[in-house]
Structure formats: C-alpha cells, structure tokens
C-alpha cells in the first residue's frame, strides 16, 4: 500500500511540473507596426499557427473565446520563419495579413520571426508542418496555465475558461 501512495505521489508531481512549463520569451510586432515582448506580464490567451492554412481555425478560437471571456486579453501570432526569402518578403506578408485581418484585431495579431525551432520544441515535433492552431493560456510570470491544440470543442473551452476564472 506504501508503494503505491509513493507511485501515485510521484504521478502527480510529474503532473505538476509538466503544468508549469514556461512559454518561451519572444518579441514580434504586430499589424499596425508595433513591436512588443511576451509574455507580456497579464494573464493571456495565445494562439498559435505556424502554416496559411491554421487560420480558420486560429479565428474560430478568437470568436469562441472572446465570447465565453471579453476582458481576457487575446494575441494570435502567426510564426512565419527567419529565411533570407521570409525576411525579404516580410513587408508583403504584413501588407497580405493586414488586408485578411479586420482592422480591429489588428493590434492583437503579432507577426513572430524568430525562435521557431523553441516553438516546434514546445509544441512537439514537426508542429511546423502542422496546419493546427496551438493555443497557450499564459500567467503573468510566463507558466503556461491550459494549453489546446486543434479547433475548439466544447471540453476544451470549458477547461479554459475554469482556468481563466481560477487565474483571473
């Protein structure tokens, strides 16, 4: 029997510390040309993608919690890459998102050049090539609270917003 409380002890502090991984610290700039650092010292939701095709589902994300939170401070970073090509064409892929995005989301969506390969650790391998969305709810010191991946579901909203009102 003492065996067995001392597994499920260890259990549940690997548990723990999985839940307490940090997001990595990373600036980027957002539509309207406004370079900012994260985590940003508030509680915040990030949504993640890294290919074209993750964004529909990164806006079904924004809708969906938008609605469940209004104050909670939402940031879509779409991380583009840092090859001689991607930092060339970096004014027109601001010119293209900026045409996609509605102008009111604008200061919350912040392009990301760097780091990739720390993202691709975080969210496992070859994540770069995924045409999900990661989404990461952030403390203020940088832990990562609640993390998704894929489109929202019912569960997965819910498990989100228990923590953001467990955090707020």
């Known amino acids: ?33 406004k370079t900012s650092s994260f985590p940003s010292k508030k509680l915040e939701l990030l949504i993640f993608g890294f290919q074209v095709e ?19 401070a939402i940031h879509t970073v779409p991380l583009v890459g840092d090859s001689l090509t991607v930092k060339l064409l970096r004014p027109f892929i601001f010119t293209a998102l900026r045409n996609k995005a509605p102008e009111k989301y604008h200061e919350n969506v912040f392009l990301c050049f760097d780091n990739l390969g ?15 969305a990661f989404v990461l709810l952030v403390s203020p010191q940088g832990d990562i609270l609640w993390q998704g991946k894929g489109r929202p579901s019912q569960s997965s909203c819910k498990k989100l917003h228990d923590t953001v009102k467990a955090n707020a």
């Open 118 to 132: 720390t993202f691709e650790g975080l969210f496992g391998p070859n994540s770069a090539e995924s045409k999900e």
């Open 1 to 33: 029997m003492r065996m067995r409380l001392i597994v499920i002890l260890f259990f549940l502090a690997c548990v723990e510390i999985e839940a307490m991984q940090k997001v990595p610290s990373f600036t980027a700039t957002n539509l309207c040309m």
């Open 54 to 72: 993750s964004y529909d589902t990164v806006i079904e994300w924004v809708r969906t919690v938008r609605r469940q939170n209004a104050t909670l």
